[in-house]
């Protein structure tokens, strides 16, 4: 059975969404602006957020700042989107903090941990937050934050039904979130087409504040603020690439906006090589099957997934996904690369319907939850396409 969320948290409903930032405000307001002294990073973009904002929270942490981290969605327990100094608030103190905001029923899910994030920050009182935009960039919550700096990692086409029904629009969003900064670092996946679009951003490039050059599978020569150093890519996949340059560029952001000292190689290292985020491109033992699990949740991250898996063995699929993501496309992506497929539907509001998952993979054998899918199949297995379905799966892992 899943875990459930503090009880705080249930009432609230994890699928609703109000684009303004006009509740949490009040929320925050009314406590006092617990956030007023926070210095933050915020990350935004279409894919690659979280492993951006784990690289670098890793990386300032090895330099000794006393850190926050706060990511969505959480993979099993809710806890794991708070993060203090690495490791996800305790549920006690995360159970404190929904209680003062009971007193805020208004709050939607998102703005309840965003809050419940900046709280538990101020109280522990970190050197500097690293906070994971939720979707989009105008209203999204931890726009309150008020981040010194700001980092975008690229623009695709998800949630079009909130941020705009293209890229241009969709990049004209998330550019308000960079505007609101006083430093805004653009990734390497940040293409020409949408730069005009992001608005009157004054930003940097993330290769004008460091030199980064692929030089073996998962190694890069890196240059910046005088040193050149090799360092590993912490996570499987070439998109990693582009996701370590703009953490890089925004550490050394982060040292120019007087939040944390000098990049050093030996910090950099230390703090890459002590980086977690599971459910992107990660293995796990799974009822006594090797699989390896992707979040792969849009159809960018579908085709990131289908270059990886067409560079190796076959794998077979396991597949599902949420109602709201292109599943027809996503499927034309990645079943030239795989083998057998099985689907199922996912235990969430918002799950596909199984009868679409049919029709999009009209040879996957059916199964009627995540375990049962992967029981059909044969090894290897990938699976991907929500990390709702990487939660569900990884909620049993073997860790013995």
Same mark, same amino acid.
């Given at each position: 059975?899943?875990?459930?969320?503090?009880?705080?948290?249930?009432?609230?409903?994890?699928?609703?969404?109000?684009?303004?930032?006009?509740?949490?405000?009040?929320?925050? @307001?009314?406590?006092?602006?617990?956030?007023?002294?926070?210095?933050?990073?915020?990350?935004?973009?279409?894919?690659?957020?979280?492993?951006?904002?784990?690289?670098?929270?890793?990386?300032?942490?090895?330099?000794?700042?006393?850190?926050?981290?706060?990511?969505?969605?959480?993979?099993?327990?809710?806890?794991?989107?708070?993060?203090?100094?690495?490791?996800?608030?305790?549920?006690?103190?995360?159970?404190?903090?929904?209680?003062?905001?009971?007193?805020?029923?208004?709050?939607?899910?998102?703005?309840?941990?965003?809050?419940?994030?900046?709280?538990?920050?101020?109280?522990?009182?970190?050197?500097?937050?690293?906070?994971?935009?939720?979707?989009?960039?105008?209203?999204?919550?931890?726009?309150?934050?008020?981040?010194?700096?700001?980092?975008?990692?690229?623009?695709?086409?998800?949630?079009?039904?909130?941020?705009?029904?293209?890229? @241009?629009?969709?990049?004209?969003?998330?550019?308000?979130?960079?505007?609101?900064?006083?430093?805004?670092?653009?990734?390497?996946?940040?293409?020409?087409?949408?730069?005009?679009?992001?608005?009157?951003?004054?930003?940097?490039?993330?290769?004008?504040?460091?030199?980064?050059?692929?030089?073996?599978?998962?190694?890069?020569?890196?240059?910046?603020?005088?040193?050149?150093?090799?360092?590993?890519?912490?996570?499987?996949?070439?998109?990693?690439?582009?996701?370590?340059?703009?953490?890089?560029?925004?550490?050394?952001?982060?040292?120019?906006?007087?939040?944390?000292?000098?990049?050093?190689?030996?910090?950099?290292?230390?703090?890459?090589?002590?980086?977690?985020?599971?459910?992107?491109?990660?293995?796990?033992?799974?009822?006594?099957?090797?699989?390896?699990?992707?979040?792969?949740?849009?159809?960018?991250?579908?085709?990131?997934?289908?270059?990886?898996?067409?560079?190796?063995?076959?794998?077979?699929?396991?597949?599902?996904?949420?109602?709201?993501?292109?599943?027809?496309?996503?499927?034309?992506?990645?079943?030239?690369?795989?083998?057998?497929?099985?689907?199922?539907?996912?235990?969430?509001?918002?799950?596909?319907?199984?009868?679409?998952?049919?029709?999009?993979?009209?040879?996957?054998?059916?199964?009627?939850?995540?375990?049962?899918?992967?029981?059909?199949?044969?090894?290897?297995?990938?699976?991907?396409?929500?990390?709702?379905?990487?939660?569900?799966?990884?909620?049993?892992?073997?860790?013995?």
């Amino acid at each position: 059975m899943p875990v459930l969320p503090p009880l705080s948290l249930v009432r609230r409903g994890a699928a609703r969404i109000r684009p303004d930032l006009d509740r949490i405000t009040h929320a925050l @307001e009314s406590l006092g602006r617990p956030h007023a002294s926070l210095a933050s990073v915020l990350v935004v973009g279409s894919n690659g957020k979280g492993s951006t904002a784990a690289m670098l929270e890793a990386m300032l942490r090895a330099h000794g700042i006393d850190t926050g981290l706060y990511t969505s969605p959480h993979l099993v327990r809710v806890e794991e989107r708070i993060q203090l100094g690495g490791v996800p608030l305790p549920t006690a103190e995360l159970e404190r903090h929904l209680a003062t905001l009971d007193a805020f029923p208004e709050l939607t899910f998102f703005e309840t941990l965003t809050a419940a994030a900046l709280l538990a920050f101020a109280g522990a009182g970190v050197d500097v937050a690293v906070l994971e935009a939720g979707m989009g960039g105008r209203w999204d919550a931890t726009r309150i934050a008020d981040s010194t700096v700001a980092g975008l990692t690229n623009v695709g086409t998800d949630h079009r039904e909130w941020l705009g029904p293209n890229r @241009e629009e969709i990049a004209t969003d998330k550019g308000a979130a960079l505007a609101a900064a006083a430093a805004a670092v653009i990734g390497p996946e940040v293409d020409d087409a949408v730069r005009p679009h992001l608005g009157a951003v004054p930003a940097v490039a993330a290769a004008d504040l460091v030199e980064l050059v692929p030089c073996g599978p998962d190694l890069v020569h890196v240059r910046l603020n005088g040193d050149a150093f090799n360092v590993a890519v912490p996570f499987p996949g070439l998109h990693q690439v582009a996701n370590l340059h703009l953490s890089l560029a925004l550490l050394v952001a982060t040292h120019r906006a007087g939040l944390a000292p000098a990049p050093r190689p030996d910090a950099i290292r230390a703090g890459l090589a002590a980086a977690r985020w599971p459910a992107r491109l990660t293995r796990h033992r799974i009822h006594g099957r090797d699989v390896l699990v992707d979040g792969a949740h849009n159809l960018e991250g579908a085709r990131v997934l289908a270059e990886f898996l067409a560079a190796r063995r076959r794998h077979n699929l396991l597949f599902s996904c949420l109602a709201d993501k292109p599943l027809e496309a996503m499927a034309e992506v990645l079943r030239p690369v795989v083998d057998l497929v099985a689907v199922c539907p996912l235990d969430d509001e918002r799950a596909m319907p199984l009868e679409r998952l049919r029709r999009a993979f009209p040879e996957a054998e059916v199964a009627a939850d995540p375990i049962a899918a992967l029981a059909l199949l044969p090894e290897p297995v990938v699976a991907a396409g929500s990390l709702r379905l990487a939660g569900a799966l990884l909620e049993v892992e073997e860790t013995t």
